[in-house]
Structure formats: C-alpha cells, structure tokens
C-alpha cells in the first residue's frame, strides 16, 4: 500500500543549528513528493517539491530536499535553523490524479 | 501568492445545528478539495472536485456533503453536527497540471 512516513514526531534544535527531517515513503510509480509548513492555527504552506530532475531541489526559507531513490526517501534539510521555523512539517507523495498521502508531521521546536 | 480563503477561522457550535463551511479560490482552479485534520495524524481526504457539478467522497468517511456550482466556491455542509465532528477542516485547490496544491488557513470546528 502507499504510504508516507515521518519518523520523527518531535524534534528540538537549538537556533542556529542545522536540520533535518526524515520522510520515506512507500510508492509504486515516479513519485511527486512534497514537503509542507503549518504554523499554528494556519494551512499548509508548500515549502518545495520534487516532480523530476535534479534529486535535490530547492525550496523557500532557505529550506532544500534531497530525493534518493534507493532509500525511498524525500528528507528535509535546512543548514542554519531561525526561531520562525518552529512549526509543523508535513511530507506527502501524490498518488493518482487526485490523491495525496500525508505522513503524521514532525513537530519542530527551536531552542533560543 | 495563493488565494484560497475559507470562513469561519473559528466555529463553536451545539450538537444538531447545521453548518457550512465556506472555501473560496480566485485562481481559477478546477480541482478542489476537502480535509480533515487531527493533532497527530495526517490530513485525511473528505470530499474532492475536478470541477463544476463533480463532487467525489475521499478516503475518509464522513457524514457532510460538498456542492461546486461555481468553479471558485467549494462549500462543505453538515447537516446535523455532533461532537465527533469537532476537528480542523482545510480546504484546498490544484493546478490542473502539476496537481500542486495550495490550502487555506483552516476552520476549526468545535461541537458542544
């Protein structure tokens, strides 16, 4: 079955510090991936997305991802985190015409 | 800039009361869609649209139901709200192309 997953619930960096958030996922085809932001009490935000081409692909707020398809995996990165980074970060893999898979998100909390 | 809007950011209501929920989109999409989300979980897909007069259910049952009369207003309706309904409800549109979502800010919806 198709699937997303974050293995990571919870994650704490310090300001300053670099990041990175993990998502594998589970798909037959090419997959269209995407990665997410939601602060709270808002949408999600789309922060990048990997269709085709070059494996790592460059988003918005300095953030990149890197698709690697031997290890399923779309992993988030971002080399200096701010403090207006903490919020939720959600992966998903388009799966059909229509259809996205969300993994549960990783919550990320900066330390000042 | 995405524009897609949904009112009320904030609903409280009582048991039995009928609500709509209201998402609009001014970038002329044909795909339109409706989630629903949980602390902790992914988002789970309620209703889709791939445009005027079609409406589709999604992964997750649920007991409202969804009109698209007009390509840029995506209601979605429950009929008689109970407390299992209480829950964030995100409203989104794609390009017909890519399929590249965008989300509006969410209502969350609370049932006495």
């Known amino acids: 079955a198709q699937s997303v997953t974050q293995p990571d619930i919870h994650i704490t960096v310090s300001e300053g510090a670099s990041l990175e958030l993990r998502c594998n996922y589970s798909?037959?085809?090419?997959?269209?991936l995407f990665w997410y932001v939601q602060s709270p009490g808002q949408g999600l935000q789309l922060l990048l997305k990997?269709?085709?081409?070059?494996?790592l692909v460059q988003g918005i707020k300095g953030f990149e991802a890197e698709f690697k398809r031997s290890q399923s995996s779309f992993n988030l990165r971002k080399p200096s985190v701010h403090w207006s980074d903490a919020a939720e970060y959600f992966c998903a893999v388009r799966s059909g015409t229509y259809k996205y898979i969300f993994g549960t998100g990783t919550r990320l909390k900066v330390l000042a | 800039e995405a524009d897609i809007y949904q009112t009320p950011r904030y609903l409280v209501i009582g048991t039995g009361k009928k609500i709509t929920l209201e998402c609009s989109q001014t970038?002329?999409?044909?795909?339109m869609y409706w989630y629903q989300q949980d602390p902790g979980m992914e988002l789970h897909l309620i209703h889709y649209?791939?445009?005027?007069?079609?409406?589709e259910k999604g992964d997750l049952s649920s007991e409202s139901t969804v009109s698209r009369i007009r390509t840029e207003h995506f209601p979605l309706t429950l009929e008689s709200a109970r407390p299992s309904h209480t829950s964030q409800y995100l409203c989104a549109s794609s390009y017909p192309v890519n399929n590249e979502q965008f989300f509006g800010p969410g209502t969350r919806l609370t049932v006495l």
């Open positions: 990997y269709f085709s081409g070059d494996t």
């Open positions: 970038m002329g999409h044909d795909k």
């Open positions: 798909y037959g085809a090419t997959p269209y």
């Open positions: 649209s791939y445009g005027v007069n079609s409406t």
